[in-house]
C-alpha cells in the first residue's frame, strides 16, 4: 500500500479526484503540477495514515512511513538541488494538514522547517541576507513552538511565552516593531525563544531536523482530534473517520526582499459572485502575515485596489504610493497570476481560492481549491457557469449548499430606514446580509446572550478559531482588524452570516467592554446594525425588509423542479403563511396545526368553557361556539392552496395548555362560567401531568371526548365544501395525531367518516377526503402494517418520534444535549439532523410496514428534519412522496430533494 | 362441514378435547354421555358457527344450520318420545352458552323453551300439575323476556316491568310470596308479562316454539358481543375470534314436585383444596334458584350439612327437620350422585363443578366442569392429586394459574370478621394483603408513630420518593390518585406491602388532616383496613392471619425449578428484601436501584449537597460523604445474595426528586450549605423539568457528571471486594440505566473500568465485574447490534421502555388508558401485561441485535412485567436468560418460567 505521493516539477503521483486519500489540498497540489501550473515539489502523507495514526499511536506510524518519507525527501531534494539539513546548500520545508474538506479548526502551517542554527548561518551567507535568515528562523522556533510543541496560550488571558519574550527584547532595545529589530536582536529572541521551550516543556528545542520533520507530521495527526477540530467536524457532519493527510512542500519565500511577495486570491468575487479576480498581497511577508492584520494587505488588480481606496477614503495618489496593486508593484508577475488563476478555474469550472508567493520575481502556487462563498455567489456562479456551458444542470444543483439558500430569503434592510440610519464606521464588506443586535465582545458571552434569545453582534479587534461557536450564534461579526480574507471574513461567508471586518477606526476596549465609533461611546448590550454588504456599521436597530428573490433563484428553483422526484410542501397555519410557501414552491400543505387556532380572541374563552365542562352536553355546548371560527380558518387555507392538498391536524396538545394559570384570569373564568374560583383551580390542577409530552393529548382527547373530533371534521369538511362550491379545488386530509394503534385511528377514523357523511346529506353534496395519521409514536411505527389498514396516509411526525426513541425532552434537552455534543456521544443534535441510525429505522420501517398493507400508501414527513436537506434526502432514499416545512425553509427542501434525485 | 352435533343417551357426536369447536360445556356433555353419567339429550351448535355469525348476521346462519338444528331436534324427539311443540306430548328444551372457557359475563339460560299457551294446558293435562305447568310458562315468558327480548334493567335502578307487574299482581292478591299464587293468578301474570313485553319492543311475545328456539339461539350468539362478555374477555385476555357455542338440551324438571330437585355440587372444596365433595340443593326447584337466594339452600352431604348448621347457629333438630342433607332427603340419588362425581372428578382427573337435576327421584347431570377455585385450593388440588398418582408434574405446573399463587405469600383477612366489615372506598387492587392500621397522612408521621409501635395506614392524594421511609414503615398505603403502576403501587408491589391507589372518591384535606369517605370523615389516627387484593377500603381494624407457606406450595416451587429453564431473579434494594426474595427461590438480583439509598437519614444531606455544588470540586465533595454508606448497603446485598449476581442500576432519577420542595427544609438546607434561601429556590427551579421522564436521569446524569458514576462504580468494586475478601462469592453487575446510543454506554464503560482498575491497584486484589446496561429506550433496542459492542449483558427494562414505545407517561395516563380499556381501544393496561405486538417487537429485536454482535450476551427483564405470567413466558420464548421481579412475584415468575419450558 502507498502512503506517500510525491509531486514536483510538471509530475505528480496523486491527482485532483484523489481527495478522499490526499486530502483537498494535497489532490490539488498533485493536478497543478500536472496541468503546469508552478507549485513547490513536495510529497503528500495519505489520509489512511491518520487513521492508522489514531489507532496505533505514534511509534508504529513513525515507523510504517519512515523510508517513504526518507526517499520522498530525496526527491524533493534532486528537484530542488539542495538538502534537507545541509548548513550549505538547506532545503527547508513546510507542513500542512489538509483533510478531505477545508477544516479551519485544524493544525497551522508550520513554515521554515529543517532549519538550526548552522542552516541558518549557512542561509545567511548562501542568500547574502542574514537578517532574512535569522528571522526565518525566529519565526520557525515561533511557529513550531506554537503548532507542535505547545506553547500556543489555550485561552486569551493566559500569557504567551513567546510574545512576552519579544516584549521584552524590544522595550531593551526601545523599539516597537519587530522590523525594527536586527540580525544579533533576531539571534538573541531564538535563544530566548529556545529557553521559553525548555522551561515550558521541559525539554529541549528540536536542533534536528529530521526530529523537527517528524514532530510536525505527528503534530498534524494529533491535531485531527483537537477540540478545535471536533468541534468543527460535529458543526459540519465530517467524519471522524475521515482523518487528514500532511503536505511536506519545499519552501518558497516571499520574505526573501522587495521582490518577493506573498497573496491570497479568488477568481471571483466570494461574496456577490461576480466573475471579478480580486485578492489581497503583501512584499517581503511569509503567508501568515496576509492574514494576521499586521499590516495592511494590498490588492492584487487595479480595478480591485482602486475600489478598495475608494471605500477606505484613500486618495488615488496615496492608494498609488503606498498601497500599490500588484498590477502596479509587479506586473510580471501579476500577469502570471491572472493567467494562472483563469487556467486554475476554467481546469476545476469551479471558483477557486488561491495561494500563491513570488520569490525574487518567480511566482509560485501554494494552493488552490474550490473557493468558499455566500449563497448569493453560490447560486450566481452556479448560474454564469451553467450559461457560459461550463456546467450543466445537475452539476449546478450539485454545487448548491442548500442550507446557504437561506441567506436568500432573509431580510435585508429597508432603504428608507436605511437613509436615516447613522452611519458611525465603515470596514469591509466581508460577508453580506443585515444584521441587528446587541453588542457582545467575547464567544463566551455571545453564547450566553444567545442562550437567553437575545440578537447578539459580536465586536472583536479580530477573530480565531477560538471565537468559532460565538460567531455561529451571533446575528453578526464586527471586527477592527482584517481583510475581505481575514479569519472572521472567511468563516462569517462559510456560515452565511452578515460580517464586517476590518473596520480600523472603530476603538475597542475589552476591559471596559465599550466600542468608540465617531466619537460615540457604545457599551457592551447597546444596539448596532451591520449592512454586510457595504460594510457599514449603524447606530441602533435599522428595519428589515423582505428579500428580493432574484432571477437567478428562481433559475435554480426551476433547475430543482426539473430533477426532484418528491414533493416538497409547507408546515403552516394561516392562509398567509400558506401564501409565502407557496411563491416558494411548496405544493400543499404538509401540516396544519389546529391548536393556534385557539388562542384567539374570543376563541380561547370557548376553549376553556369546553375544557371546564363537567359533561359531553357542556363541551359540545362550547364546541358549537368554536365550530364557525375552524370552518372560517380553514376555508381561508384551502383557499390560499387552491389545487393542492391540505393536511390539517386535529387538537394536539393537552388540554393545560389552553387554561389559564394566573390568579386573576383564573377569577375572570369563574365568573364567566359560573365558577367558583375553587372549582376552576380545581380544575387547571386537575389537567396538570407530570410528563404532558407523554400525556392525554393527541388522538387521546379525540378517543376520550369524540365530540373534539367531531367538530374539528365538521368544520373541515364544511370549509372545503364551501370553497369547493366557489370553484376552488380542494383536497382536505384529515390528519389523526400521536397514534399508537390501529383501534385509535381506527376510532377516530369512524367519528370523522359519520361526520363528513351526515355533512354531505345535510348539505345534498360531496367532497373527496382523505384521512390519514401522523406516525409519531414508536409504537405506531412498529405498528404501521396494522394502522395503514385504516390510513389514507402516513405523515412522519420526526420531532415527537425523535423525542420518544431517543427519551428526550426537547424543552428538557438542552441541559445535557450540549454536554454530550461537545463531549462527541452525539453526533448532531437530533431534534436539527435526522438520527438515520435509530429513529431512521423506525422511519423506514413505518414507511415499509405502512406500504406492505397498502402499496399505494402517501408516505411524508412533517417534523423540523422536512427542511434540513441531509434529512430530506434521506426522506428521498425512502421513496416519501413529500417532505413538509416551514415556509423559509421551502427552497432548501426543494434542492435537497432534487439533489437526491440527481445522486441516485 | 358439520355444524350441530348431537348427545344422549350414552351416544354422543362430540368429545371432551373438543372444546375449541363445543365449548366447554358442549364438550364435556358429549363426554359424560360417553361415560355413561346420565344427561338429558340435546345437542350442541358449534363455535365456528357464532364467528360466522358475528360476520354475516342472523339471516345467514339461520339459512345455513336450518337443517342440522331442525334433525338434531327431531333426534332429540326421538329419544325423549316426545314431540316439539306438540301440545299432547310437548319437548321443552334448555338454551345456554357455551365458550371454550366459562364467561359469567355471558348470556344467561333459557329454560323451558318450547311452551306456549296450547303446550302449557298440554303438559298441565299429562303431569296432572296445572301450577307446575303455568309457573314453568310463566318463568319462561319471564326469561326469555329478559334474556332475549331485552327486558332486563340495564341498571339497578332502572324499573324492571316484569318485577312490576308481579308486584302488582301480589298485592291484589295480597300475598307475599310468589309460591303464595294460584294458577289463575300465573295464567294472569303470563298475559301480563306479554302485553309488558309488546309494550316495550312493540312485538308479540313469539307462540311458535322454533321462533322461540331460533330467537334463543341468536341471542346466544348476540350475548357474546355484548358489553359484559367484551369486558370479560378484555379482563381475562380471551380472544373475541374464539366465538360461543349454544347448547341446546331436552328439560329435565326439578320442580315438578317433592321427588324433584336441583343443585350445584364441588367435587373438593373450592377454597381450601380438601377432597370433601360438597354442594347444594333444593327440593321441587328449577336450576335457578339455587343460586338466587331466594330459599336457602340445603347441603348434599350430611357431613356437610352438620358443618354448615354449626356455622350458622343451628341446632341438629333444626337442621335435621327444615333443612335435611340430601343424603337424609334422597338417600338413593345422594348415592348415585356420589358416586357419579366420584366418576367425573377421576375421569377428568380434575375438581369438578356440577350442575344437576333430580326429576321425580332421577338423577340427571346438566353440566361438569373443571371448578374455579383459590389459589391455595389450587395448590392443594394438584399436590393431591399428584400423590395419589392422578396426573404427572408436568400436569400440576400446567394447572398452576401463576397470578393465584400471591394469595399465598401475603397476610388475608379473616373471613369471619370480614363478613361484618364495612366497604367506605374502593380503588385498585395496587399490591395485594390485608392490612389494618391507623390513619397518617405525612410520611413523617407514618414514622414517628411506627417508631411508637403503632401501626399505620399511610394515606397520600399520591406519593413521591419523599414518602418512601413513610410507606416502608406503614402496614399499607391508600392513594386517592395513580394507577396499578403508580409510584405508590409500584413501590408498595416491591415490598410485598399491602396498597390501595387511585381510590378517587376519597376526599384527602391534608391541612384538616382528615379523610371523607362515603360521606364519613376520619380523623389522623382513626383505624381503617385495606384490601390490597380487592381494592377494598374497610371501617375500623379488621383481623388479620399471616400466610402459611405450606408444604405444598414449597412442593410446587421444587417442580417449577426441575423444569424451568429460565431464572428468576429479584428487583430488591435491601438487604432484607434479597433475603426474602431469596427464600422465594430468587437466584440473583436482577435490579438493585440505588437511588433509595440516597433518603435515609444523612445521605439526603450530602446527596442534595452534591446537587447543589456549583463545581465538580463541589460535588466530589459531597460524593466523598455518600460513598461509605453506599460502600455499606452493597456489602449487606453482596453478603445476603452470596453466589449470585447482582444487578446495581447507577442512578437514575432526575435530581429534581432529591431537593427538597418545602419552604422550611429549603431553609435548613440553605443554612446547612451557607447558601441564601433564594439561591436554593433558584437551584431548585434550575433542576425543575417539563418533561422528568425524558429529562437529565439515567446516564445522562453520569455522562454530564462522571464523577457520580466513579463514586458509585468505587463503592460497588470495594464492597464486593470487602465481601469477597470474606469468603462471600460475589458478582456485581453494573449496570447502566437509559443508554439510548453506544457512546453513552461506553463513555459510562469507560469511568467505571477505570475507577475499578484504580481500586485493584489500591487494594493489589482483584474481583471479577460485568458491565451492562438496560434496553429501556426504543433507540437502545434498534441500535442494539451497536451497544452490545460493550455490553456484557443487556437488561429491559420494559417500564420505561413501555412509556417510550406508546408515549404513554406512566403517572399520566390514568386519565385515558381506562378509557381505553372500557371502549376495547386497548386491551390491557401495558403497564401490566407487555404488549407483545408494539413494545414487544422492540424486546425481540433488541434480544436478536445484541445477541448477533455478542451471542452470549446475557439478556434479562427487570421491568414489572418481571412478575407477569404472560410477559414471563414471552421472555422465555425469546431465549432470556432471567426475568427479574419484585420478591413477592419470585414464586409467580418462577411458576411462569416453568409453564413456558413445558409448553415449549
Redesign the interface.
Known sequence: MKRVYTFGNGQAEGRADMKNLLGGKGANLAEMNLIGVPVPPGFTITTEVCTTYTKEGKEAVVAMIKEEVENAIAYVESLMGTKFGDPKNPLLVSVRSGARVSMPGMMDTVLNLGITEEVAEGIAEKSGNPRFAWDSYRRFVQMYGDVVLGMKPKSKTDIDPFEEVMDKVKEAKGVKLDTELDVEDLKELVKLFKSAVKERTGKDFPDNPWEQLWGAICAVFDSWMNERAIYYRRMNQIPEEWGTAVNVQAMVFGNMGETSATGVAFTRDAATGEDIFNGEYLINAQGEDVVAGIRTPQQITLEGSRRWAKLQGISEEERAAKYPSLEEAMPVCAKDLIETQQKLEDYFTDMQDLEFTIQDGKLWLLQTRNGKRTGAAMVKIAMDMLRDGQIDEKTVLKRMEPQKLDELLHPIFDKVALKEAQVMAKGLPASPGAASGQIVFFADDAEAWAEKRKKVILVRIETSPEDLRGMNVAQGILTARGGMTSHAAVVARGMGKCCVSGAGEIIIDYKARTIEMSGKVYKEGDWISLNGSTGEVYDGQVRTVEADLSGDFGAIMDIAEKFTQMDVRTNADTPRDAEVARKFGAKGIGLCRTEHMFFEGDRIKAMREMILSKDEEGRREALKKLLPMQRQDFYGIFKAMDGFGVTIRLLDPPLHEFVPHQLATQKELAEEMGLTIEEVKNAVDALA????????R?C?LG??YPEITEMQARAIIEAAMDAQAEGTVVTPEIMVP?V??L??LK?QAEVITATAEQVFAERGAKVDYKIGTMI????AA??AD?IAKVADFFSFGTN?LT???????R???G??LK??QE????KNDPFQIL?Q???G??VKMGTEKGRSTKSHLKVGICGEHGGEPSSVKFCASLGMNYVSCSPFRVPIARVAAAQAAVEK
Open positions: 401531568e407530570f410528563n404532558p409530552m407523554l400525556g392525554h393527541g387521546r378517543c376520550t400521536l399508537g394503534s383501534n385509535e376510532m409519531e409514536v414508536p409504537r412498529l405498528t396494522e415527537d423525542q420518544m426513541t431517543f427519551g428526550f425532552s424543552d428538557d434537552a441541559k445535557f454536554v454530550y463531549k462527541g456521544i452525539l438520527d441510525e435509530g429513529v429505522q423506525l
